[in-house]
């Protein structure tokens, strides 16, 4: 079983409608990340949660927000879609280790289309 | 203003060849470098990784150097093999006060021809 798992895989909303992705993990860790992922560009964070309480923005998180209902998941909200938003959606999860920079692990990821 | 750059979008080498997979960056705050790996519809895999304190780290068949004042780095496979072909992300990072936030490049594909 994945331990980083993403749903749904692949989702086509139009402008205006309110979607939610959803990220569940069973590795323990009590950080969580949202990045999208455009043609031709890397990963941009969106989010990320370092525990239940503790939710902060990322480099692009204009149009989003998250919740972080449990250590084990994070939801990413599009209140609104609008097409530029159209994107490939990853979850990734790591822990804290307090030496050098955590090793993030990365969900499937979520095609999202919005027309 | 990217500040990891991957200059090359695709690589194409022979099975059994080395792949040298290239990455610059301009913030002099990076101290620690990461490699994934992404197949199609799968999410990053985490590759190898360097510390700035290091100028080469291996894993098996992979290989990463770093040259600091050049602020280069770089990722080598030897021997290539077809499964290796993928999309190669290099990530950066400063291991201080936001040791989570990775800066990734835009990333390149390799594709490894029997």
């Known amino acids: 079983d994945a331990d980083v798992t993403q749903t749904p895989r692949n989702r086509i909303t139009k402008t205006g409608k309110r979607i939610m992705l959803e990220c569940s993990q069973t590795?323990?860790?009590?950080?969580m990340y949202w990045y999208r992922q455009d043609p031709g560009l890397g990963l941009r964070l969106i989010y990320y949660?370092?525990?239940?309480?503790?939710?902060n923005k990322g480099e692009i998180s204009d149009g989003y927000s998250v919740s972080r209902q449990a250590q084990a998941k994070f939801s990413l909200s599009l209140e609104s879609a609008i097409p530029n938003q159209t994107a490939l959606y990853f979850c990734?999860?790591?822990?804290?280790?307090?030496?050098?920079?955590?090793?993030?692990?990365f969900g499937p990821g979520t095609r999202l289309t919005v027309l | 203003d990217q500040q990891v750059k991957q200059n090359s979008p695709s690589l194409s080498v022979q099975e059994g060849r080395i792949s040298i997979l290239n990455c610059d960056y301009t913030?002099?705050?990076?101290?620690?470098f990461l490699w994934y790996k992404k197949y199609p519809a799968e999410g990053p895999t985490f590759l190898i990784s360097?510390?700035?304190?290091?100028d080469k780290n291996e894993d098996g068949r992979f290989t990463v150097f770093l040259n600091k004042s050049a602020k280069h780095l770089s990722l080598h496979i030897v021997p290539s093999q077809p499964g290796d072909s993928a999309v190669y992300f290099c990530?950066?990072?400063?291991?201080?006060?936001?040791?989570?936030?990775?800066?990734f490049g835009k990333g390149t594909l390799l594709t490894v021809n029997p």
């Open positions: 949660s370092f525990d239940v309480k503790d939710i």
């Open positions: 913030n002099s705050m990076f101290d620690y």
């Open positions: 590795k323990g860790h009590d950080r």
């Open positions: 360097i510390s700035s304190i290091k």
């Open positions: 990734a999860t790591s822990e804290q280790t307090g030496v050098g920079t955590d090793t993030q692990y």
């Open positions: 990530a950066a990072s400063e291991s201080g006060g936001s040791n989570y936030k990775l800066t």
